[in-house]
């Protein structure tokens, strides 16, 4: 079955520590990938998606991630969290031939330290 | 700017009562989702709908059906409410144009079934 993983629920960090969130999924074909962040009380919004192209995509807020498909991994980065960046992050694949459906990752909470 | 309006933040219902979702969205999106959202299990695939009467069963379709009258509007109803349907409810919608288009989420209806 097609799945998305994340491999860290929880992950506490102080301002300006680097941040990496692990994301790998399960599926052979061709994916689009995208990652959403949910702010405390808010709704999800989209950080960032990879498409085609350069596997390195850059989104808001100074986060980028990395596609590397022979890891089939798209980990999300940014050099220097603040506290605003506390929130759930979410990893989610959309397989090419499935229409507009997303598989989601189980979610990380990012905490940060002031 | 796309705007997913959920009928309620916070549903509190009964054990068997039938209970009823709304979702509208303001962007003439042809896609729409349902999601229930828990903890360590991020989001999950209730049912989705590419077009006006047209809907497909998710993941987790079971206790569940949908609607979908209009193209704004989509309904997600639980026939019976049982108590493991406590959890966050969430409505996406996407416009079926390109293949790299995201889904844009409303704010979420917390329903707890007692």
């Avoid at chain 1, 850059?58 to 940014?78: T, V």
């Avoid at chain 2, 219902?13 to 979702?21: A, H, N, S």
Wanted: charged content about 25%; aromatic content about 12%; proline content about 4%.
């Amino acid at each position: 079955a097609q799945s998305v993983s994340q491999h860290n629920h929880h992950v506490i960090l102080s301002e300006a520590a680097s941040l990496e969130l692990g994301c790998n999924y399960s599926y052979g074909g061709t994916v689009n990938l995208f990652w959403y962040v949910q702010y405390p009380g808010q709704h999800l919004q989209l950080l960032l998606k990879y498409f085609s192209g350069d596997p390195l995509v850059k989104g808001i807020k100074g986060f980028e991630a990395e596609f590397i498909k022979s890891k089939f991994s798209f980990n999300l980065r940014k050099p220097s969290v603040q506290w605003s960046d506390t929130a759930e992050y979410f990893c989610a694949v959309k397989p090419y031939n499935q229409g507009g459906k997303l598989i989601f990752g189980q979610g990380t909470e990012l905490s940060v330290k002031p | 700017d796309v705007k997913v309006t959920q009928s309620s933040r916070y549903l509190v219902k009964r054990t068997g009562e039938k209970v009823f979702l709304e979702c509208v969205q303001d962007m003439d999106h042809e896609n729409m989702f349902w999601y229930r959202q828990d903890p360590g299990l991020g989001l999950r695939l209730i049912y989705f709908s590419y077009d006006v009467k047209m809907k497909e069963k998710g993941d987790i379709p079971e206790g569940y059906s949908v609607s979908r009258e209009k193209k704004e509007r989509f309904s997600l109803i639980l026939e019976s409410a049982s108590t493991n349907q406590t959890s966050m409810y969430l409505c996406a919608s996407r416009e079926d144009r390109g293949l790299d288009q995201p889904q844009h989420f409303g704010d979420g209806t917390r329903l707890s079934i007692l």
